[in-house]
């Protein structure tokens, strides 16, 4: 099922290596600046999208060496299904991928799902955070988030409780992707929850506690034509404060878009676009199993503060070719302030085996 599902995403035209810069297809919704994002509601699905995800990561502790993890669900329209009226139809497709980063394995564990949409066993429901397939999920209720996964050699039973009111990318919610303006997506972060919960891998149970950082985003455009990737940073850092950090790359080397957001403690979120945002990478780790090269070392600045960018292991390469197409870098960091509080978070590296995300 899982080779059957991607075949219908690259047939759709979703999962294209090269998408035109224009403005979303006749039928998706689009994504409008100055639209306000209301909640609960914006915590459910959103249909009428081309494209949408919702992306957990964090550290946990068990009483050794920090542990990283992912869970990452997507929901994708497929317009070409939709005048099928049989309920087997794939109107919407849904696609999951979990991580555990373990360094004292030295190496990633990690699985992915992929199942069309059918009522109760897998979908993405509106109105509030509800997705699953078959059993995996991600829900929230009483105003809490819970994964469940059970994957290939691994297994995750988490709670996440915010601590922090929900943080607006980009102007209010509206985060520009590249530099039209139809190039955007609405997104919201939930930065700073409280993990508790257990993790299963090896033939070992533990009970685990840690912070966590949630995007949510949904849009209807693709990429630019010209782009080859991006790179993006969530970090809690110390004190409490949450730092978003994202460059869109050109296929010429150089950069289509950046965008960040920090938030420190008892202030406003300050949100920069453009050249206040730099990347510069410190060093390369190679997959020895696809010979891909990674700037798993990074420094990332705002103005004129920075963090150096250091994963807890350098093997955390996610191949998702059975389900997306793509081979990407995803870990878990250090973060190490210059003049300012430094953290823990994600780091994720796409394009750089020479395929678009989406």
């Known amino acids: 099922m899982r080779r059957v599902a991607a075949l219908l995403l690259a047939l759709a035209g979703l999962c294209a290596s090269a998408a035109p810069a224009a403005p979303p297809a ?3 919704d689009p994504v409008v600046r100055g639209h306000a994002l209301e909640f609960p509601r914006d915590f459910g699905a959103h249909p ?16 050794g060496a920090p542990l990283g993890f992912q869970v990452t669900f997507f929901r994708v329209r497929n317009p070409g299904a939709e005048s099928n009226p049989s309920r087997f139809s794939p109107r919407q497709i849904l696609f999951a991928h979990a991580a555990l980063s373990d360094p004292a394995r030295g190496h990633l564990l990690h699985d992915q799902r992929t199942q069309r949409e059918f009522e109760s066993l897998v979908e993405a429901r509106s109105g509030d955070t509800d997705v ?5 999920s991600f829900v929230r209720e009483s105003g809490a988030y819970r994964a469940r996964i059970a994957a290939d050699g691994f297994a995750l039973d988490l709670a996440f409780t915010p601590t ?13 992707k590249g530099p039209l303006l139809a190039q955007a997506s609405y997104y919201y972060s939930e930065p700073q929850l409280a993990v508790a919960g257990r993790v299963a891998a090896n033939g070992n149970a533990r009970d ?3 912070a966590a950082w949630l995007d ?28 978003m950090a994202f460059r869109m790359r050109a296929k010429d080397g150089g950069v289509l878009w950046s965008q960040a957001t920090l938030r420190e403690p008892g202030r406003a979120p300050v949100a920069v ?19 891909v090269a990674y700037p798993v070392g990074m420094q990332i600045a705002i103005g004129a503060k920075r963090w150096a960018v250091e994963p807890l292991m350098d093997d955390q390469e996610l191949d998702a070719r059975a389900s997306t197409g793509t081979l990407y ?21 796409t394009g750089y085996a020479g395929r678009k995300p989406y």
């Open 26 to 28: 006749a039928g998706f």
């Open 48 to 63: 009428g999208f081309r494209i949408e995800w919702w992306y957990v990561t964090g550290q946990l502790d068990a009483g």
């Open 132 to 136: 699953r397939i078959d059993d995996w």
């Open 164 to 176: 922090q009111p929900v943080l607006l990318e980009g102007d209010r919610g509206f985060s520009r």
């Open 208 to 210: 685990v506690t840690g």
């Open 216 to 243: 949510h985003e949904w849009s209807s455009e693709p990429l630019a034509g010209e782009a080859a990737g991006w790179d993006w940073l969530g970090a809690n850092l110390e004190g409490g404060g949450a730092l």
């Open 273 to 291: 676009e453009g050249a206040g945002v730099t990347f510069t990478p410190l060093r390369t780790w190679t997959s020895p199993r696809t010979g």
């Open 329 to 349: 870098w995803e870990g878990a960091v250090r973060v190490s302030g210059d003049g300012t509080a430094g953290g823990r978070g994600y780091l994720e590296l």
